[in-house]
């Protein structure tokens, strides 16, 4: 089993940044793939991030140019910096991974969850 832990939600004026953590534990060796989805209140949970162990990145259109994903393997962490931040951002945003070497785009697929963690952008 594998357990993600999310951190550094928060509140912020539209145009700033914010930093959210999310750490594995537990058969992290089996995990080849971690990822964040978000989902706003009313919508879907859509794909905005996905970091493979081997270092490739991709991102959801309204992610590419902001956000930043990465990682540290030996931590078993993976990180996604957001700048330029817009309200339409705002979400609960969840830590993901998978053991297969794609992350599924359909969240109803991906087997480990975060708990989750808020992202509020004010106008």
């Known amino acids: 089993q594998v357990q993600l832990v999310e951190s550094g939600g928060g509140l912020v004026q539209a145009g700033g940044s914010l930093r959210l953590s999310c750490v594995g534990s537990?058969?992290?060796?089996?995990?080849?793939?971690m990822g964040w989805f978000r989902q706003a209140p009313g919508k879907q949970r859509e794909l905005v991030a996905v970091?493979?162990?081997?270092?490739?990145?991709n991102y959801a259109d309204s992610a590419k140019g902001r956000f930043t994903i990465s990682g540290d393997n030996a931590k078993n962490t993976v990180y996604l910096q957001m700048n330029s931040l817009k309200p339409e951002d705002t979400a609960v945003y969840y830590c993901?991974?998978?053991?297969?070497?794609?992350?599924?785009?359909?969240?109803?697929?991906?087997?480990?969850w975060g708990q989750g963690t808020q992202v509020t952008v004010s106008s």
């Open positions: 993901a991974a998978e053991s297969a070497r794609l992350m599924p785009t359909n969240w109803a697929l991906v087997h480990y």
């Open positions: 537990g058969s992290m060796f089996t995990i080849k793939t």
């Open positions: 970091l493979t162990r081997g270092g490739s990145t």
